[in-house]
Every structure is written in C-alpha cells, then in structure tokens.
C-alpha cells in the first residue's frame, strides 16, 4: 500500500457517515494488518477526547511500545515528550473541535532515542450520519531520500544547496529561478515531486534544523531566531510552534530532560 492509497483510505473515512465511531473502527479492522506493514507511515484514529482507538505498529514503536494495545486510550500529550505531546493534543483538539484540515503539513518528531525525523501529516475530522464530529483520523509519512536518478535533480540540488547557504536571510523565488533556469512553477513542481516538499517547506525545514542545533547549546533564543532568518522572536516562536507542536524553550527543556 502506497501512501497515496493511504491518503485516500483517510479522505474516505472522512466522507463517510457512520452511526457511530465504533461502526467505523469495525470496518477498519479489516485492513489493520496492511496498516502494521507499512514501515515509514503513522495512522491513526482518535475519538472526540483525541485518544487513540486505532494505530498502526509503526506509531506504537516510535512511541515505545511493542504492541498497538498499549497506546489504545492515550493522547500524544500521555506518550510524546511534555513540550511536544502537548502541542500534538492541541493541534488535535483543533481538528476535532473546530473542524480543521491539515494535509501536507511539514513536522519535526524526535523519535526513540530523541533522533530527529521529519514528516508530512494529514489529519481530519470523522463525521456521524447527523454531521457531528465523532473523531479524528490522521497519517503522517516519512519524507525518505530524494531522488537523486530524477532528470531535474542536478538543477534543482543547486536550489537546495542555495537554501542551505543562505537560511539566514530571505530567500525571494526569484532567485532560485536565476538559479535554476526554471520557472516557478518548475521549481514548485519538481521541488514537491523530488524533495516532497515546497520550496517555502524546504527553507522552514532548513531554519528549523539549524534551530534545533542551536537550541542543544546556550544560545539565547532570540540570536537564535535571528541566525535562522527569522525577523523577530515571535515569528520564530510560531514558525517552531507550527512544525514542532512545541515553543523553542519547551524544546530546549525537553532536550536538556
């Protein structure tokens, strides 16, 4: 099952109606072990509390666990470190209370071990036969090695080293073009295509590595946000909010933990 498939089981859950979340988790019962065989993808159901009611094992290990049932009836608040588990729930209660979409939304985990990975994460509302938000489902899928064999590789690894070099200051599209010999829409294009990513992702993600080196030492946060390219503090603080589920001093505390 490719993550595609996945993509399309989530949106269908999401237009279906069922009695209840039960009868949902019935019919997902089925394809559970086609779930547990997918090595680089997360899935999972929550109910209306943001507690987990189905995952897969590849969620269940990244969080400890050697089997599914151990996490059945956690929030992410129970099992992710403080800093992150809470910004998790949060961002959970938010689908589950106001009805909000994610779909390719950029994240930082730190796995077992606190290794840095990254992910795009799709997360939506479930929905009873009167409308009413019964739960939540959600994927979020490891973004792998780029593919270097691709025919726009060479053009688009001089974007990536150019961001790489220059995080620390804006970055205008304009000159990747120069840069590249591609048009925006090129560059959008293959950039989603080769690094699954949008050219604004691959900067944020390059910020937020930098961050996160930063943040294992002593450097005040707010030379911190400066370094990275960030134009104050506080836009800083949301950007890392936003793709950490945590603050840069929550995250700072949880590596010192």
């Not at 939540?136 to 080293?161: F, K, N, Y």
């Not at 293959?190 to 992702?201: D, E, G, M, N, S």
């Not at 370094?227 to 506080?234: A, L, N, V």
Request: hydrophobic residues 40%; glycine residues 6%; aromatic residues 6%.
């Amino acid at each position: 099952m490719e993550v595609g498939e996945l993509s399309q089981i989530c949106e269908g859950l999401a237009r279906q109606r069922p009695e209840n979340i039960q009868t949902l988790l019935n019919a997902m019962a089925l394809i559970a072990p086609l779930l547990n065989a997918i090595p680089n993808v997360v899935f999972f159901i929550k109910d209306v509390q943001a507690r987990y009611l189905l995952v897969n094992m590849t969620l269940a290990r990244r969080c400890g666990f050697k089997n599914v049932v151990s996490l059945l009836g956690k929030t992410s608040a129970d099992v992710f470190p403080s800093a992150l588990g809470q910004g998790y729930t949060e961002q959970d209660l938010r689908v589950l209370r106001d009805g909000v979409t994610l779909r390719d939304q950029l994240e930082m985990h730190l796995y077992n071990g606190r290794e840095r990975g990254w992910c795009l994460t799709q997360k939506l509302a479930l929905r009873d036969v009167h409308g009413r938000v019964i739960g939540m489902a959600g994927i979020s899928h490891d973004l792998l090695e780029t593919q270097a064999r691709h025919p726009a590789w060479q053009r688009l690894a001089i974007v990536d080293d150019h961001i790489r070099k220059h995080y620390h200051r804006p970055i205008a599209m304009e000159e990747l073009t120069v840069l590249s010999g591609m048009s925006v829409a090129q560059i959008e294009r293959y950039c989603k295509r080769i690094f699954h990513l949008t050219p604004r992702q691959m900067i944020h993600k390059v910020r937020l590595e930098k961050a996160t080196e930063l943040l294992a030492g002593k450097t005040p946060i707010t030379d911190i946000a400066l370094q990275c390219g960030y134009t104050d503090h506080s836009a800083f603080s949301r950007q890392f909010k936003a793709m950490t589920g945590s603050t840069p001093r929550d995250f700072r505390l949880t590596l010192a933990g």
